[in-house]
């Protein structure tokens, strides 16, 4: 039976949350841009986090990823770092389309906090022979 590996609660809940501000962001400033997600995620991620019951430490910390997902300033937690890593993987091709692996090959040493982020992007980025699992058109996730 392979391991299995605990997730802290705090990766968890900012993972789900943090794009959580996207709609109000787009009601108040008519733009989903990540720095207003960054002012109007935090509360509504409070407000659900407690009535979640979750403890008010990781609240805090959860709220603070999320304010901060976009830009990093003053945060460099591992949860932190695996939320940020995420949100790359999900958003280069949004951010960099068409790009070449030789453009992106900089933005991806520069930008991935963790080695395992960075091990995925240089995967999914920076080579030709792409595996199943991280092919655009697989629905199955590599997921047999």
Same mark, same amino acid.
């Given at each position: 039976m392979a391991p299995r590996y605990s997730i802290p609660d705090s990766v968890v809940a900012?993972?789900?949350?943090?794009?959580?501000?996207i709609h109000e962001a787009e009601l108040k400033y008519k733009s989903s841009a990540g720095h207003y997600q960054e002012i109007e995620g935090p509360p509504i991620a409070r407000a659900i986090l407690e009535r979640l019951g979750l403890d008010p430490e990781r609240t805090d910390h959860v709220c603070k990823i999320i304010s901060l997902h976009h830009h990093v300033r003053g945060l460099d937690t591992p949860e932190f770092r695996v939320l940020w890593d995420a949100d790359w993987l999900v958003n280069i091709p949004d951010e960099y389309p068409g790009w070449? +692996?030789?453009?992106l090959? +900089?933005?991806v040493k520069k930008v991935f906090?963790?080695?395992t982020g960075r091990r995925l992007a240089e995967t999914r980025f920076l080579t030709t022979d792409v595996p199943p699992a991280y092919s655009k058109s697989s629905s199955s996730c590599g997921r047999t």
């Open positions: 900012a993972a789900i949350l943090h794009d959580i501000g070449e +692996p030789e453009r090959s +900089p933005i906090a963790t080695n």
